[in-house]
């Protein structure tokens, strides 16, 4: 299983959003710590894979917001693109619910910390792209 890789590429030098990124990986880490003990508890994963759903959920919430504020021309691309990983990751819960092993947990695991990863290097990376050369263009 891979571990956590969101934890050291998640920096887009953006405060807001990097803080998030470090609560986000926090709470991929319970996840993961539920998947990781001897005695497996299929509870402790659902409840793990919950708040992370709803932390995902308050983040993009933050994220949309805040690229309104700057008026980041990508937006309604991007919003569009969170509600699918929303989706996503939803499906992924259901199917570990209904088959609640390690295997399928960490199955769950991987899969949605590769569409985490996977977007925040992406799709955030352009944004943050976006707020420097704005920093840039106000400062000259």
């Known amino acids: 299983m891979t571990r956590n890789n969101l934890n050291a590429r998640r920096n887009l030098g953006v405060k807001a959003l990097d803080r998030d990124h470090d609560a986000l990986s926090d709470h ?8 990781g003990v001897s005695d497996f508890d299929p509870g ?36 569009k693109q969170h509600q699918c990983l929303i989706e996503a990751i939803e499906e992924f819960r259901q199917a570990f619910s209904s088959n609640p092993t390690r295997d399928k947990g960490e199955y769950v695991y991987s899969m949605v ?28």
């Open 28 to 35: 991929l880490g319970s996840l993961e710590n539920a998947l």
């Open 113 to 140: 910390e590769d569409l985490l990863v996977e977007h925040t290097l992406k799709a955030d990376r352009v944004i943050g792209g976006f707020v420097g050369y704005r920093r840039q263009i106000f400062q000259n």
């Open 44 to 79: 402790e994963v659902e409840t793990a894979l919950v708040e992370l759903l709803a932390h995902i959920k308050e983040h993009f919430e933050r994220e949309e917001s805040w690229m309104r504020r700057i008026n980041y021309p990508g937006m309604r691309f991007h919003a």
